[in-house]
């Protein structure tokens, strides 16, 4: 199955509806690059606290090394909070771009995202240094992670009427899992039906949404069912368990694996397809470790699924 790429406003590629990601060191090996961008995948998901740099300074490498600069789209995210402060501050800003600038080995970010928010700051001088950054050619389009929607509001509304660039790109959790607790601190979600109001204003806006933990920290990877999960889950992620592992994901399992029989595909065939059914401008960033985990997630872009499936699995009626 071919790879689906999208088109953002203000972004010259177009960009696998499928991001790598890349927080994790086995997933960004060169090997498992080549990989995946050998099957399409052109947009890669990084961040200035990954691995504590090492994890931009990889994938900046193989770019590099492989003269592909032109044809990939790096995504990567900085102002992260530490133990010390909250650091989401034109200083910090500034100072984390120019050190991804240089581990990418670029001068360009085509999507820069600040990972992190600080509502206790306003929001014109963090906009103000964006279109900075912007208007010297070192970042493309730019956005928010875990920031909430009246915050985007607030840092767009004072965009506009300054004339200013905005925020044009959004990055919350969203996957079919609901996110109960919170795995780290300062996370922002879209799933589940508690939150039926923001995916509806990210509908209504168009605003892409580049979905963190579209596979639910690994809940979706078909390894365990709910009567093996006791056994399984010291195989998986902290954050995983933390999150999702609750009676209603587990019945979203249980439905999850008696389509994927029916339809002769796997747990993470229909996990994936539910994402690409909703009506958002989705693109779904998940860090594979081996190629052909990336082959399956292809093959669920182009899954059908029925409005009526979709409801059944996401809880919202009991019959199908």
Partial sequence: MPMVYGHIEGVDKPISRILQGTSEQEQAEESL??????????????????????????????IESRGIRDKVVILTKGAHHNSDRKRVTPFDITSELHDS???????????????????????????????????????????????TIPRI?????????????????????????EQVKIPWDNCITISGPNHEGERAWYAKQKMPVFAWSSMAQGFWSGQFSRETFETYKSNLLDSCVTAYAYEQNFTRLDRAQELAKEKDVSVPHIALAFNFHQPLNIFSIIGVYHPDECKTNI????????????????LKRDDR
């Fill in 33 to 62: 690059l080549d990989g995946v961008f050998e099957l399409g995948v052109n947009a890669f998901d990084s961040a200035h606290v990954y691995r504590r740099g090492k994890s931009e300074g990889m994938v900046g490498q193989w």
């Fill in 101 to 147: 600038l240089a581990r990418f080995c670029t001068d360009f970010i085509d999507i820069y995202i600040l990972h992190r928010d600080d509502p206790t700051k306003e929001v014109g001088p963090i906009i103000d240094i964006l279109n900075e950054h912007k208007a010297a050619g070192r970042i493309g389009i730019f956005g928010a992670s875990n920031w």
């Fill in 299 to 314: 093959e669920a872009l182009s899954l059908k699924l029925t409005q009526t499936e979709l409801d059944w699995l996401d």
């Fill in 153 to 177: 509001q607030e840092a767009n509304e004072y965009a506009f009427k300054h004339n200013l660039k905005p925020f044009t790109v959004s990055s919350p959790n969203f996957s079919m899992a």
